[in-house]
């Protein structure tokens, strides 16, 4: 008998055994859309090298070792990252100018690939810059503590630790830095349609005065000149901030937030794919206008699990 997934996330273990390129995958996110089932986990990830991560885990070392190698890693990462995205995804980033003037946010953005966090990372292009992540992602050993170094946050179901976490976000936040939230929690390998988002990311910026900048990725078809490539190409769309409103309690200030990205995403996504609006349901697969695949001008209009314990 096959061990079950040792994992308190919610998952379909099928999914887990796919290609995640296949059409049986792709169906499978449909199901799972159509009983808004949309936070299960639909790709592999083992738990048994996760680090523990409790009340005495230090998000953020003050010590030389640490602030030596997360220069390294950023560096490295600062080079590589514009050829990876390049050369594999053809990546284009539209809307940056929207980041222009704001000195700490929290971003958010879709999770539909494993290397989308350096895509992110590309879009955003800020110095310090950190990511929330599932717990499982932040492996034990020198694999571990070169994620730490390269901005990985690791939620968990620790009570302490999640205070800590807190505490790091807002003195990073205080700093001038940007801390990157999947507002839907879930991967959803190359899916093509908007979920809806949770809460958790927009307490913490309204709790910490910051705005929250959407971010949306999309895939793209391939041009006629990019025979060679066997997938879609990958556009980035960095929507305007949204800022928190100090009249609302967080709770009011939060759900105001979280609607208006919402709505971006959903807008975002119609645009791009052609879905038409107004019969788009993020529930049930949509009907294009048309088959042309539209590219959304920079100017388009107005973690993970909520973090709440």
């Not at 791009?272 to 001008?297: A, C, H, M, Q, R």
Request: aromatic share 12%; hydrophobic share 35%.
């Amino acid at each position: 008998m096959k061990k079950p997934l040792d994992t308190t996330y919610k998952y379909d273990e099928h999914a887990m055994e796919l290609n995640p390129n296949s059409d049986e995958y792709k169906q499978i996110l449909e199901r799972l859309a159509t009983k808004g089932e949309f936070d299960v986990h639909t790709t592999k990830f083992k738990t048994s090298n996760a680090k523990k991560i409790n009340g005495k885990y230090v998000y953020v070392p003050k010590n030389v070792l640490y602030k030596i190698t997360r220069a390294v890693c950023k560096t490295i990462l600062y080079v590589f990252r514009p050829l990876v995205n390049g050369l594999a995804f053809h990546l284009k980033i539209k809307g940056r100018k929207n980041l222009k003037g704001i000195k700490s946010a929290i971003t958010i953005s879709n999770h539909v690939h494993y290397l989308d966090i350096l895509m992110n990372m590309q879009a955003v292009n800020k110095k310090n810059f950190y990511v929330i992540a599932a717990n499982h992602n932040m492996k034990r050993g020198p694999v571990g503590y070169i994620f730490k170094a390269c901005g990985v946050l690791p939620l968990s179901s620790s009570l302490d630790a999640s205070i800590n976490l807190n505490k790091t976000i807002k003195s990073i936040l205080n700093k001038g830095g940007f801390v990157h939230m999947y507002a839907e929690s879930a991967l959803w390998f190359r899916y093509e349609r908007s979920r809806p988002l949770k809460i958790g990311a927009f307490k913490i910026a309204s709790e910490n005065n910051v705005p929250v900048v959407p971010i949306v990725i999309l895939f793209r078809e391939k041009s006629k000149f990019e025979f060679f490539r066997r997938k879609k190409t990958i556009t980035i769309q960095i929507g305007a901030p949204i800022y928190p409103d100090k009249n609302l309690t967080v709770r009011e200030d939060a759900e105001q937030m979280k609607e208006k990205c919402q709505k971006y995403y959903n807008d975002t996504v119609c645009d791009f794919y052609g879905y038409d609006k107004t019969t788009y349901s993020i529930y049930k697969t949509p009907e294009k206008k048309s088959n042309k695949v539209l590219d959304i001008d920079a100017n388009v209009s107005s973690i993970n699990k909520d973090i709440e314990r």
